[in-house]
């Protein structure tokens, strides 16, 4: 499925939550904080066939809502063998992404962050899925569930609980590859 449109940063909000839902992906979670005094949104979207999770928060510039950040979040199939050209292959096609591990894995989790990589969300996922097979991820998965506001707390936030809690109250098809 080769996407008409895209998302990436400054996207307005209701742009993104209709591309992401035109796209497949659906709301598993949405929380309101407060940044900068307006009201602003933190959301996990996931897509059921693709095994992927999304993360997002708002902004207000100008007056109207905005994608301020999103971490895109996956797994996928390592079909690598012990070939060091195909790991070498993998390892390039993810240099964008942090908390990756490939060799000898048997499943590659992975994350993008649009505000640090620049890359286009849906493009993104074409991408990878163009190459390889998306699959259930490793048992621990991280996850960054922490909204703007939560992040300026400070110290003492456990990203395992955070998704713990977060997993207690997700659909149970989440749950299956969200480990």
Same mark, same amino acid.
């Not at 993008?112 to 621990?140: D, M, Q, R």
């Given at each position: 499925?080769?996407?008409?449109?895209?998302?990436?940063?400054?996207?307005?909000?209701?742009?993104?939550?209709?591309?992401?839902?035109?796209?497949?992906?659906?709301?598993?979670?949405?929380?309101?904080?407060?940044?900068?005094?307006?009201?602003?949104?933190?959301?996990?979207?996931?897509?059921?066939? #693709?095994?992927?999770? %999304?993360?997002?928060?708002? &902004?207000? $510039?100008?007056?109207? /809502?905005?994608?301020?950040? @999103?971490?895109?979040?996956?797994?996928?199939?390592?079909?690598?063998?012990?070939?060091?050209?195909?790991?070498?292959?993998?390892?390039?096609?993810?240099?964008?992404?942090?908390?990756?591990?490939?060799?000898?894995?048997?499943?590659?989790?992975?994350?993008?962050?649009? #505000?640090?990589?620049? %890359?286009?969300?849906?493009? &993104?996922? $074409?991408?990878?899925? /163009?190459?390889?097979?998306? @699959?259930?991820?490793?048992?621990?998965?991280?996850?960054?569930?922490?909204?703007?506001?939560?992040?300026?707390?400070?110290?003492?936030?456990?990203?395992?609980?955070?998704?713990?809690?977060?997993?207690?109250?997700?659909?149970?098809?989440?749950?299956?590859?969200?480990?």
């Amino acid at each position: 499925m080769k996407s008409e449109a895209d998302v990436y940063l400054g996207i307005s909000w209701s742009e993104f939550l209709e591309e992401m839902a035109d796209y497949g992906f659906q709301v598993a979670e949405e929380r309101l904080f407060e940044w900068g005094k307006c009201p602003s949104m933190s959301i996990v979207m996931c897509h059921r066939e #693709k095994m992927l999770l %999304v993360t997002a928060s708002s &902004e207000f $510039e100008s007056g109207s /809502e905005c994608l301020r950040n @999103a971490k895109l979040y996956g797994a996928l199939a390592n079909e690598t063998g012990d070939n060091p050209e195909k790991v070498a292959e993998m390892f390039n096609d993810l240099m964008g992404c942090s908390h990756t591990s490939i060799f000898p894995e048997d499943t590659v989790n992975f994350s993008y962050n649009l #505000k640090h990589y620049g %890359v286009s969300l849906l493009e &993104e996922i $074409e991408l990878l899925e /163009e190459k390889y097979t998306f @699959a259930p991820w490793k048992k621990g998965s991280y996850i960054y569930l922490f909204d703007p506001a939560e992040e300026l707390t400070g110290p003492g936030k456990d990203w395992a609980e955070r998704k713990k809690e977060f997993l207690s109250k997700a659909p149970e098809w989440v749950r299956e590859f969200v480990k």
